[in-house]
């Protein structure tokens, strides 16, 4: 390891249009051997190339999904098998995969599951990788390790690929999955490779977490609402937590946690402008962009205010515990929940109460016999995150001023305890135009 600088380790992950084809390989390995330290490197499947393009953990989905109603799979088959020879022919990369090719087939005609079909397009990406750039290949079946409830062991994983890794220099290990108690693969939800990155990079104690991508980092509002919206050059694990839990894309949620646990920065970066330095997500900073205070907004739509009222309710012990309970036998988790002197609100996801609308009301007139009891829809959340919010003044009014101004009712206003964030619950009409009105307010 005497060559390495400093023995400095870097962990990079590229995303499924970083490696959509072999003229994008081609970035990954310049990106790569720019930089000794970039020494692990996972892949995602290779995903679309243009806009009507399939991804070809899609294909293989679907390959599954025929498979399992009786139905051949040739057809789709062939297609994931034209993507990666395409590939490999282009970049002259002297490796077969025809026996993969029919193994892989055969398992899927034989019933291996439907996550041993999706993991395949990683596997197939990382034995290519792998090959084109002369780094050890580690598949990832027996050292990611899920428990049997179905729930990623995080420190049996943690204890097992680090005594792998310490073995390999340099290796490609493939993204998004890896294996149950029974040896059977099992994958992390869609874009779950960004956890793989994430635990490879908790396991080699690396210095830093590269997240290639094709964006130039994490944005401070949806570009889809906002126009052009500025790249947040530096963010903590918390604020990215809180953006990304209300619907901020780039990183799967779950990535956070392994890095975080080990206080490893992220860096998401562009393969298509590898000289952007992206965006910085890190443990803590003082630092903060003095001229725009917040660190980014987001929201989602799709909430409903379920408000109990009742005279005294203030005086009576117990009250909000039951109410809770409802919620909990229900099998609903709750989102947030405002609360004034005689009503009680709780926030909660539209989609998870539709069958048991009735039952709640019920259950909470019998729990607590209430004067009224509501469930209203159709409201959005917006989440104003900064680091630098506890300690500018000013910043919870200008928010409403900003909103206020564009004529918009606030129907609900909660701020985190950890007064990180201020959330505004609003009309779903008004989503978007609050969501511009607070992020012009402060970025001018
Ligand atoms: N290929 C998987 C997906 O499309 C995982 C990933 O790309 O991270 O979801």
Known sequence: MDNYINNCVKVVKFGGSSLADAEQFKK?????????????????????????????????????????QGEPIDDVF?????????????????????????????????????????SRGEYLNGKILASYLGYDFVDPTVFIK????GLFDSEMTNTLLSAKLAKHEKAVIPGFYGSMPNGTIKTFSRGGSDITGSIVARAVGADIYENWTDVDGFLMADPRIVDDPKVISTITYRELRELSY??????????????????????IRNTNN??????????????????????????????????IEKALMNSETGFGRKVLEVIEEEGISFEHLPSGIDTMSVVLNTHEIDEHRKAIKEAICEAVNPDAVSIEDGLALIAVVGRAMPKAKGTAYRVFKAVAEADINIKMIDQGSSELNIILGVDEADFNAALNAIYYEFVK
């Open 28 to 68: 990954v390995r310049d990106i790569i051997l720019d930089d000794p330290c970039r020494r692990y490197v996972v892949p995602s499947a290779p995903g679309k190339r243009f806009k009507e393009d399939d991804k070809v953990t899609d294909l293989l989905y679907a390959c599954y999904n025929l498979s399992a």
């Open 246 to 267: 209300m619907g901020a894309g780039v990183l799967h949620e779950d990535s956070i946690f392994p890095v975080r646990v080990a206080g490893i920065p992220i860096n």
């Open 274 to 307: 590898k000289n952007s330095r992206g965006t910085m997500i890190v443990p803590a900073s003082d630092e903060f962009d003095t001229s725009s205070i917040i660190t980014g907004i987001a929201g989602k739509k799709g909430f409903s205010v379920l408000t």
């Open 146 to 149: 899920f428990a049997d409830d």
């Open 78 to 118: 062939n297609k994931i098998v034209e993507r990666y020879d395409s590939i490999v022919n282009a970049l002259n990369v002297d490796l077969d995969l025809s026996d993969e090719y029919l193994h892989i087939k055969w398992s899927i005609k034989h019933h291996a599951g439907r996550d041993y079909a999706a």
